[in-house]
């Protein structure tokens, strides 16, 4: 098998890699509420067991940084993807109240180890290839999210248990997830590579991307968990029209990545960066001064345009800026996702009961505004590849034409 073959099966497979995830967080969280009906989660415990899923998956992203000095990542990601899907399953198996938080336990720490190995063999692949193509591999999560999402709902329209509207996912992907497992690509001399870790300062050239990932986070988290409760109880629309936004959201968010990495290769990672925290500034702005719940869905629109850029790009300037330990590196970016996670949701409900929930959306978008300092850490000398000013390709395998 040629190397553009071997390249281009690898970056379909870890393409469905990535939209096979999406599916999986979609129906996990958009079922929140049936899952605290099913178990008898009180309101005030329900917090503590959505905590306990970003915790423990930074736990896994910290081990998994360390497993892959033994096991290349592909292996770590062949495993950790049916473990998620299963343990999804289990949240819809059981009865009583221990079991979810086994089977949630379970989640978390297969999805830390998925999410950093997922990553790893993404960012080795675009290293490969010589341009820009994670934004593309998250494109596909994108477009899982929308698809887990549409199946959530339909389960709840059809008043579906939890069980019956997991099984045809967990039936489907596990298998297909499995077979092409196979076709993963890891970079060469990857044990090599990581005997070299960050080297001594490594983490202080880190911690910009890591602050970077956490603004990005805490913007995402806020639209998922504050869009329909401001659109309804703020802007006073129907609750029908609050579950909209969450949805353009994620729709302008897919095509936003779909066609980011064209941008990318035209303008470089940084100016792309620039663009979409300036753009996701400007939806936070209109959100928070939005009159009514039309302009309000103007606002989301721009997030979703705005933020779609920034966590990719993050991943791929963290192996760009660490070539000798990129697994290192991103896995211990990844932790900062789950960072941010956790803190955007208190953080604007907390601002939001204490003074205004117009006012609590100026505090992500402030956030999100710190990326402009960092920018030039998306586009350093030493990082041309996938940016302007591209090197020699290691194998042109974008004129086969199979795109993720």
């Not at 968010?253 to 980011?260: D, K, N, P, S």
């Amino acid at each position: 098998m040629t190397d553009d073959v071997r390249l281009r099966r690898g970056r379909g497979a870890l393409g469905f890699s990535f939209f096979a995830q999406g599916v999986a967080f979609a129906l996990l969280v958009t079922r929140i509420p049936a899952i605290q009906d099913r178990y008898g989660i009180s309101d005030g415990l329900l917090p503590a067991f959505l905590a306990a899923v970003p915790i423990l998956a930074g736990v896994a992203s910290v081990a998994t940084e360390h497993l892959v000095k033994r096991v290349p990542p592909s292996a770590v990601l062949r495993w950790a993807q049916p473990l998620v899907l299963l343990s999804l399953l289990g949240v819809g198996t059981g009865s009583q109240m221990w079991h979810v938080a086994v089977a949630l336990g379970a989640f978390g720490l297969s999805v830390g180890a998925l999410d950093a190995s997922m990553n790893m063999l993404g960012v080795s692949l675009q290293r490969a290839y010589g341009r820009s193509i994670m934004l593309g591999f998250h494109a596909a999560y994108s477009l899982g999210g929308i698809l887990g999402a549409s199946a959530a709902w339909a389960g709840a329209h059809w008043h579906l248990s939890l069980f019956t509207g997991y099984l045809p996912a967990v039936v489907v992907l596990v298998p297909l997830v499995l077979l092409l497992s196979r076709r993963y690509v890891d970079g060469t001399g990857a044990g090599e590579v990581q005997e070299k870790g960050l080297g001594s300062g490594g983490f202080k050239l880190l911690l910009p991307l890591c602050l970077v990932m956490a603004c990005a986070y805490i913007g995402d988290s806020t639209v998922a968990n504050w869009s329909a409760k401001y659109l309804q109880d703020v802007l006073g629309s129907s609750e029908q029209m609050a579950t909209v936004p969450y949805n353009v959201y994620m729709v302008t968010t897919l095509i936003g990545r779909a066609v980011g990495d064209l941008g990318v290769r035209r303008f470089g990672a940084a100016a792309v960066v620039r663009g979409g925290s300036l753009v996701a500034a400007a939806g936070f702005a209109v959100v928070a001064s939005a009159p009514g719940a039309w302009v309000g869905m103007l606002g989301f629109t721009l997030l979703g345009i705005g933020l779609c850029v920034i966590v990719p790009q993050t991943f791929a300037a963290a192996g760009r800026l660490f070539p000798g330990g990129s697994d290192t590196a991103i896995a211990r970016l990844n932790i900062f996702n789950y960072v941010g996670f956790l803190i955007g949701s208190p953080l604007v409900g907390g601002i939001g009961d204490a003074w205004s929930y117009r006012g609590a959306m100026l505090v992500p978008m402030a956030l999100v505004l710190v990326t402009l300092f960092y920018a030039r850490s998306f586009g350093s000398d030493g990082a041309r590849y996938g940016v302007r000013h591209e090197r020699p390709r290691v194998v042109d395998v974008g004129r086969g034409g199979n795109e993720v």
